[in-house]
């Protein structure tokens, strides 16, 4: 038992290095603006993102990148807002509008990515622009609005902390103790044995899209909730949200061997936050954050990537650690 805490212990430390190294390297760099209590808004600033990553990963394990996730949360915002308005709003009624609406569309995006036999960039790229346009013309174009009793409510660090512990309890729960997450998983490793194995993919696979579209809904109720009102986005602006969610699967992907995929999705939500307050730490445009998050990315799929390359990098690292330890104990 103590070998297995140990372990365990281990483990969360070598998980938790990325986001550790990278704040205390901002830290010397500029400790005006990442000391005192400055860690504690990148923890919180980090649950909304990681939201949306949650539901991504469902897709992004699969080796399915969903390109229309931003739009499935400005759409099932616009949408489901604007519905909620016109049948007499109410906070509550307003934020189960947006769920059921996002949860629906992203329902209908994987219908649409399955029957069209197609891969999944091509078509979560069309969904994406279909929604963006949908949300465009909707109610006039003037996106929604909600009151500012919404906010008030919606966006207090006790609800926001709550709701997020409670939507990263239904994503474990999901991946690790269900038939869904068992069969995910027998996908992700090998799709014809899983298919052998009688696993039906395509069920698994819209079952992903389906909880995309789920956490769609929580992250824009959340989201909604910071200014009370959705503007529509066109021209791909939707794909912000994406890569930062795909940064965070990334981030989890590589730290899985230590620590269970929907907790190193937090890891690259804190990760992904400390680059982009980094950007603004060090006196550069806020227009850098994407640049930063995508050269992260890069990084991050090159690291993880089966190429011979590296694998042979991995593989000589591995030896080169391994010499050294002998030559300590020696």
Not at 29 to 40: D, K, N
Not at 201 to 221: M, Q, W
Not at 301 to 317: D, G
Request: with cysteine; aromatic share 10%; charged share 10%.
């Amino acid at each position: 038992m103590g070998k297995r805490k140990g372990r365990m212990i281990k483990n969360v430390i070598s998980a938790a290095a990325i986001p550790i190294i990278l704040y205390l390297i901002l830290l010397i760099m500029r400790p005006e603006a990442m000391g005192g209590t400055q860690i504690l808004d990148i923890l919180r600033q980090a649950m909304l993102p990681t939201i949306l990553a949650w539901g991504v990963t469902f897709a992004c394990k699969l080796g399915l990148w969903h390109f229309a996730a931003g739009a499935n949360v400005i759409a099932g915002i616009i949408l489901g807002g604007g519905i909620a308005n016109r049948l007499g709003g109410g906070n509550l009624l307003i934020a189960v509008c947006i769920i059921v609406t996002s949860l629906i569309i992203g329902c209908l995006s994987g219908l649409l990515y399955i029957k069209m036999k197609v891969p999944s960039i091509i078509a979560t790229v069309g969904t994406m622009l279909i929604l963006e346009s949908i949300s465009a013309l909707a109610w006039g174009g003037g996106g929604v609005s909600v009151d500012p009793s919404f906010g008030q409510f919606f966006n207090r660090t006790p609800v926001v902390i709550i709701s997020t512990v409670i939507f990263f309890f239904i994503a474990y729960v999901l991946y690790t103790k269900t038939k869904y997450g068992f069969n995910l998983k027998a996908v992700a490793n090998n799709i014809n044995v899983a298919q052998q194995q009688g696993i039906n993919v395509d069920k698994v696979k819209l079952i992903s899209f389906i909880l995309v579209g789920l956490y769609s809904g929580f992250y824009g109720v959340l989201s909604l909730a910071r200014s009370n009102v959705q503007n529509p986005t066109t021209n791909m602006g939707s794909m912000d949200m994406v890569f930062s969610a795909i940064m965070c699967f990334f981030v989890a992907a590589a730290l899985e061997k230590y620590v269970n995929l929907i907790v190193g999705v937090y890891i690259g939500g804190v990760t992904v936050q400390l680059i982009k307050f980094g950007i603004v730490a060090m006196g550069l445009s806020g227009q850098f954050n994407n640049a930063a998050v995508a050269v992260a990315l890069l990084v991050f799929c090159a690291l993880s990537s089966e190429s011979p390359y590296m694998v042979q990098f991995r593989q000589r690292f591995r030896r080169l650690r391994r010499s050294n330890v002998q030559v300590k104990k020696q």
